[in-house]
């Protein structure tokens, strides 16, 4: 797949905010720890940004409770032929409250992200996200670069090891924050005949945003 990038180490402020780092997992890596059996609820605290208008983001857990998604229908940075200049970059930043069951916690081990890129030759783009719980240090964001020409579907990838994960607090409501970024740069393509964009979205719906929990349980009380 085109526009796939080359991970290299992201630099992080500190061990209490390496919820995510760059290396891929071998491919089919088992799930990190069992999955509570009671149904876990994720609920959108505030959605602001102008990646995610009222209404154009949605969040969903899967059965297994070992990942959940995000889904956006109005997601798209781009410059060139009919954009505006704010239209360059675009952004979301999301704060779920994980509603766990109780004696289990969670981290989030690695995140999928999937869209589309239209790229005229000389244009590029990049997708941006950092991660962390309410009441802990940010992590540093973590940037993949495209070039164009391209024109594909694009995935990234963002995971840490297990032994850096960092876990929600047993016993503390804690929201897990989530910003994400698209921008996309004219370079030196025409934009007075052409036109760029990097989108997180999809026509037909079917593209999201795949975040993968990795779980433990609580020492008892």
Excluded at 83 to 95: E, H
Aim: glycine share 10%; aromatic share 10%; proline share 6%.
């Amino acid at each position: 797949m085109h526009g796939r990038t080359k991970l290299g180490p992201a630099v992080l402020g500190g061990a209490a905010a390496a919820l995510l780092t760059v290396a891929v997992p071998p491919a089919g890596a088992a799930p990190i720890g069992v999955p509570p059996p009671d149904k876990v609820v994720i609920d959108v605290v505030t959605v602001n940004g102008s990646g995610c208008p009222a209404g154009t983001a949605n969040v969903a857990v899967s059965p297994d409770n070992t990942a959940f998604t995000v889904s956006y229908s109005n997601y798209t940075a781009q410059v060139g032929v009919g954009s505006k200049p704010t239209d360059a970059r675009r952004n979301c930043q999301l704060s779920l409250n994980v509603h766990v069951p109780q004696g289990f916690t969670y981290a989030v081990a690695r995140a999928d992200y999937r869209g589309y890129a239209h790229l005229e030759k000389g244009a590029a783009g990049l997708e941006r996200a950092n991660y962390y719980f309410q009441g802990m240090q940010q992590t540093a964001f973590v940037n993949h670069h495209f070039t164009g020409p391209l024109n594909d579907n694009w995935q990234t990838s963002d995971t840490t090891d297990i032994d850096a994960l960092v876990y929600a607090p047993c016993g503390a409501m804690r929201y897990f924050n989530i910003n994400t970024e698209l921008r996309v740069d004219a370079g030196t393509s025409d934009t007075s005949k052409t036109s760029s964009f990097l989108m997180m979205d999809s026509t037909d719906g079917n593209i999201s945003t795949l975040y993968h929990f990795a779980w433990k349980q609580c020492p008892a009380s």
